[in-house]
């Protein structure tokens, strides 16, 4: 008799997105729900994780029920349940927690803590069938990493940012440019219309050997441009022209840093052979197409899963959850949310300032 596929409910809440998903081992999304935050936190100009806890409990319980109707299943139904369990804005986190910990409990579940970097890493493994180990750009609103995906749970950290991460440049330029928030799509959105070459602005650690990042004066080259124009005096296509700019020097850092882990990534594993892109800035087009060009110059397969499974979303944490309960790494209820919490806790840490886990 064939044993129907494990289903696990994923909960992520590490941020403005409260989102839920039900996923299956055969690598079928059953259910996928993502309500954004966005409008409540618009007033304030940025995130207030007061505001984003409160949201995540009024609305999680119903999206749970939701999630489930979509995937035409019950809580009887599933083999366990996964939340992030960090890095990430603290409130929000136990929201997720605590609600994922209360359904393993009462329905005897196991309970499994996703670290929503490793949701990110291994969601390439979700959209596509490939192997351990591979090479990682890890390029999110929080987070800007190369990393070796050796295997579940297992990492190495090349790089990291020393200041901004990518997301948080595209949408601080976006603010400085007056388009809206997310920056990133808005920046590329803008972008299509616009002269990449029109000015020239900085490649941070660009041609400098290693793989960290650096992008607090790139936003300061966008800031002294702008700043340039007489208040209101910036048209539209003086906008698209230093969009596409911007869009072009970060593309021109991810890549030549890439480049670097590339070679680090080949002397460890000579017979690895694909690259992955994830987090919500490998959403972007020019990105992708810029990084297909250097993994194929290199002999690797460039791995992007769809936009979707980019940005921040549960299909990633459930299918993390499913990896984990494979091997048998579930948690004990008594698991602590962790703001902050490293994929390679072995790596040095970067100098500068401003770090991110
Ligand atoms: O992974 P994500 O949804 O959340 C975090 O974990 O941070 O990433 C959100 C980030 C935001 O900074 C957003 O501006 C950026 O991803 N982003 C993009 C694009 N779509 C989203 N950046 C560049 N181009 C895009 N098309
Ligand atoms: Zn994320």
Not at 108 to 134: C, K, M, Q, T
Not at 207 to 235: H, N, Y
Not at 284 to 289: K, M
Request: hydrophobic share 45%; glycine share 10%; proline share 7%.
């Amino acid at each position: 008799m064939n044993t129907p596929p494990r289903l696990v409910l994923g909960i992520e809440t590490s941020c403005d997105e409260t989102a839920v998903a039900v996923v299956d081992e055969q690598r079928v999304i059953r259910a996928d729900l993502v309500l954004s935050q966005i409008v409540l936190h618009q007033p304030y100009g940025g995130i207030v994780p007061e505001i984003a806890a409160r949201a995540h409990l009024d609305h999680l319980d119903e999206l749970i029920a939701k999630a489930l109707a979509d995937a035409g299943i019950g809580f009887g139904d599933l083999s366990a349940v996964a939340a992030t369990g960090g890095p990430g804005l603290i409130g929000g986190v136990i929201v997720g927690v605590m609600t994922a910990k209360a359904i393993a409990l009462a329905r005897n579940l196991p309970f499994i803590a996703v670290n929503h970097l490793e949701g990110h890493a291994l969601s390439a493994r979700l959209s596509h069938d490939i192997a351990f180990p591979y090479l990682l750009l890890l390029v999110s609103g929080g987070h800007c990493q190369l990393l070796i995906v050796e295997d579940v749970g297992r990492y190495t950290r090349l790089g990291t940012t020393i200041d901004d991460a990518a997301g948080e440049a595209f949408d601080k330029s976006a603010k400085l440019l007056g388009l809206g928030y997310p920056g990133g799509p808005a920046i590329e959105r803008a972008a299509r219309t616009g002269d990449p070459a029109r000015f020239p602005l900085p490649r941070p650690l660009k041609g400098r050997p290693g793989c960290d990042f650096s992008f607090a004066g790139l936003k300061t080259a966008i800031r002294q441009l702008v700043e340039k124009w007489p208040p209101g005096a910036i048209g539209p296509q003086d906008v698209s022209d230093v969009a596409a700019s911007f869009q072009a020097a970060v593309a021109d850092v991810l890549t030549d840093r890439t480049a670097n882990a590339i070679a680090a990534f080949k002397r460890r594993h000579p017979s690895g052979s694909n690259l992955v892109v994830a987090g919500g800035v490998a959403a972007n087009t020019v990105l992708r197409e810029r990084l297909a060009t250097l993994a194929a110059a290199h002999g690797l397969a460039l791995v992007a899963p769809p936009a979707r499974l980019c940005t921040d979303n549960a299909a990633m944490i459930a299918w993390a959850g499913i990896e984990r309960l494979q091997r048998g790494l579930t948690d004990p209820l008594d698991f602590a949310p962790r703001p902050r919490w490293p994929l390679d806790p072995t790596a040095a840490p970067a100098r500068g300032a401003g770090v991110k886990a």
